[in-house]
């Protein structure tokens, strides 16, 4: 029945996505910061959506895809990833409560830092491209399979994203400020070299 792949296309989309990898804790760290969240849990979600469609669409390719071509990507992210959090360890030195208040990132440099964050994020392609994608060729209705997944995406980034953000008024204190982005950028080196050394 269609209704079950549609359904089963957004409890395997949630299972994936839900982990906390390096771009949750983007989007987590940007809603604490009321950062223009709406920008970036739409373009994370819409990133999502566009990466199950080309999945979907290219399941049997993929199904054949180099293993030599899947490692170049890790080790591209993991190398993106290791720089994303020494600059997040470093700039926490100098975060306040205050700060964080008056001196939002502007627009076009959140925009840019969630699609790289997304992009350069190996598991991305790991999970919602070659995994979903290979997954889909298991469900007469591949249309509501991604459908499923999709919006699976959209519920799980607006959520995060607003949660963390009413979470903000909770973190006032410079020193939360300080364990936050540390937290942040240690978990950032840890993904990238899990993905360049053991991944």
């Not at 992009?119 to 060729?137: E, K, M, Q, R, W």
């Amino acid at each position: 029945m269609d209704i079950l792949d549609f359904v089963q296309g957004f409890i395997i989309g949630s299972s994936l996505i839900i982990a906390i990898g390096p771009q949750n804790l983007f989007v987590i760290n940007q809603g604490l910061k009321k950062n223009y969240i709406l920008i970036v849990v739409l373009i994370c979600s819409l990133s999502d959506s566009l990466l199950i469609i080309c999945g979907i669409l290219l399941s049997n390719t993929i199904l054949e895809l180099n293993e030599s071509i899947i490692t170049i990507m890790k080790f591209i992210g993991g190398f993106w990833l290791i720089f994303y959090g020494i600059i997040k360890i470093k700039n926490s030195r100098s975060n306040s409560a205050q700060n964080l208040k008056y001196q939002k990132s502007t627009l076009g440099s959140v925009i840019l830092t969630t699609l790289a964050i997304t992009f350069a994020n190996p598991h991305v392609y790991l999970d919602t491209v070659i995994l979903l994608g290979s997954l889909s060729v298991n469900f007469n209705n591949k249309i509501m399979f991604g459908s499923g997944a999709i919006i699976a995406s959209f519920v799980f980034f607006f959520t995060l994203g607003y949660f963390s953000n009413f979470l903000s008024r909770y973190m006032t204190s410079k020193k939360v400020w300080f364990y936050i982005d540390n937290c942040m950028g240690i978990l950032m080196l840890f993904y990238g070299l899990f993905f360049i050394f053991i991944n």
